[in-house]
């Protein structure tokens, strides 16, 4: 805003001295009293702007409550269950928009496709996909849930999950030693033993499959929907180790285009705004990976004038990024001038030590991959380094001589740490991971083998297909004549399963 001051052009200093006074980083001195030990930032939970309630108002770990449902069912743990109404809101805002996951669920309703299936799944517990288990739960399916993330659980869903009857084992700012006991306490049910998995990562995958390997044989199915976890099932497969047929949700279609693409390219800003307030136009900006993630991110940072620089090792993504307008940089060359660094990989410790010792004062680093591998984290749990929480997931790493590294979530997942997503992004993935669980449920003996499988393109299109009347969308019909001179089925198929769209 033009206050109508004209500032001269460069401060003007009496001397040396004051000029290297008022470039110094800021000191030790006068630090805020938010600044804790290195094992209490790692382990204190904070509620995020997604979230009703503040986690931090009660510090009893929910495995130490006792806590009951109106049906008097206590097979669930939970930070609050008095907060199911409000989760019970959230998610009749994010149904409404979820239209196609909702017409799935009324169209098949009456079959019951999922009756008998024992589903335990993994994912992040939030509004939209507390719509996803009340739909698996209405096509006939039993279900068990924990959350992938231990920062992203909203804790009214989950008490609104509890509440419905759903067994969920979830909260905001868990420890690793609580997210670990939440998916055990999923699994090692007395009397009900799991069919199908859901996974987001692929954590609960390896925990039945090292942990309990005579459940994991009897397992018909595993639909996983990240790149992370899609990696552990074709290591696993390559190995020989895979005794049950799996799902590659994360590249289908309709996650990898919709999901990974659109949905980053307005989340990333979101939760960046949420957590620093940051102003994009001019900052320089480099982002680790152009796959439809880092694809989606760099849209988004460019048109709010961010200058942004990419980071690849495929030289078709490098190639695509050069297209689009943006130079491709080895880390190490640019690090010392980047005001933010972006990792989205799947890969691990692609922002070392090294890296972060030679950022500028104020940088902001954060994640948007799945896992939190990408930043090399615990590298910054040393003795000479001093911690501050500022705000929620938000941490002040301090160098000796006072420079300031800005960690939000502690590497973990941006979006769904600090922020929200697109319900209708999400609708998207939700519906192909339903199906997704029907096709393999259902499939007869002998259709799917112990590999890793593509969702079928057909299904691809039917997920697409439903999510059109939100735009009043009309497709073109194909003529007799057209299709034949295509060699197409009027109905689809319409791509090739190699095609790239």
Same mark, same amino acid.
């Given at each position: ?51 009703? *309630? ?5 510090? $009893? ?6 806590? !009951?449902?109106?049906? /008097?069912? @206590?097979? =669930? ?68 849930? *924990? ?5 992203? $659980? ?6 609104? !999950?509890?509440?419905? /009857?759903? @067994?969920? =084992? ?332």
């Amino acid at each position: 805003m033009n206050h109508g001051y004209d500032f001269p052009r460069q401060i003007q200093f009496a001397n040396q001295e004051e000029k290297q006074e008022f470039s110094k980083f800021p000191t030790k001195t006068g630090r805020r009293s938010l600044s804790r030990s290195i094992s209490q930032s790692s382990t204190d939970s904070y509620s995020s702007a997604a979230s009703y *309630t503040d986690s931090s108002d009660d510090e $009893t770990s929910p495995r130490e409550k006792s806590q !009951l449902n109106s049906k /008097g069912s @206590s097979d =669930f743990c939970v930070k609050n269950i008095k907060q199911a109404e409000f989760g019970r809101r959230e998610i009749e805002i994010a149904e409404q928009d979820m239209s196609a996951l909702i017409s799935l669920r009324k169209r098949a309703q009456g079959e019951k496709p999922l009756a008998g299936a024992k589903v335990v799944g993994c994912t992040h517990i939030t509004a939209q996909t507390a719509v996803l288990i009340e739909t698996l739960v209405a096509l006939g399916a039993q279900c068990r849930w *924990t959350a992938c993330n231990i920062y992203s $659980t909203q804790n009214e869903v989950a008490a609104a !999950l509890a509440e419905s /009857g759903v @067994s969920v =084992f979830a909260w905001k700012g868990e420890s690793e030693d609580d997210f670990w006991w939440c998916i055990d306490r999923c699994v090692n049910m007395e009397g009900w033993q799991a069919n199908m998995i859901l996974d987001d990562g692929g954590d609960l995958t390896h925990w039945v499959y090292k942990k309990y390997p005579s459940v994991f044989k009897k397992i018909r199915g595993i639909v996983e929907e990240s790149v992370t976890g899609v990696h552990r099932l074709y290591q696993l497969s390559k190995a020989g180790k895979l005794c049950v047929p799996a799902m590659n949700v994360n590249d289908s279609v309709t996650k990898q285009k919709f999901d990974n693409l659109y949905c980053c390219r307005e989340s990333i800003l979101d939760g960046l705004k949420r957590t620093t307030d940051v102003m994009f136009g001019g900052k320089q900006v480099v982002v680790c990976g152009y796959g439809e993630v880092g694809k989606g991110c760099c849209s988004a940072l460019k048109a709010l004038g961010a200058i942004v620089c990419v980071t690849e090792i495929d030289p078709i993504c490098a190639l695509q990024a050069c297209m689009d307008g943006f130079r491709v940089v080895k880390l190490n060359e640019v690090v010392r001038q980047m005001d933010m660094v972006i990792t989205c990989t799947g890969n691990k410790n692609v922002v070392t030590r090294e890296h972060l010792d030679r950022m500028k004062n104020g940088c902001i680093v954060c994640n948007m991959g799945h896992s939190n591998t990408e930043i090399d984290v615990a590298s910054l749990r040393t003795p000479e380094l001093t911690w501050e929480r500022v705000r929620s997931q938000v941490d002040h790493v301090i160098w000796p001589d006072g420079k300031r590294v800005i960690l939000l979530a502690e590497g973990r997942l941006l979006n769904l740490s600090c922020s929200t997503v697109p319900s209708f992004v999400l609708s998207i993935t939700a519906t192909t991971q339903a199906l997704a669980l029907i096709e393999l449920y259902n499939a007869p003996e002998g259709r799917y083998k112990q590999d890793v499988y593509l969702l079928p393109k057909k299904m691809d299109e039917y997920v697409a297909s439903l999510h059109l009347p939100n735009f009043d969308a009309h497709l073109t019909e194909l003529s007799d004549e057209q299709a034949k001179y295509m060699g197409l089925n009027k109905n689809g198929p319409f791509k090739p399963n190699y095609y790239r769209y």
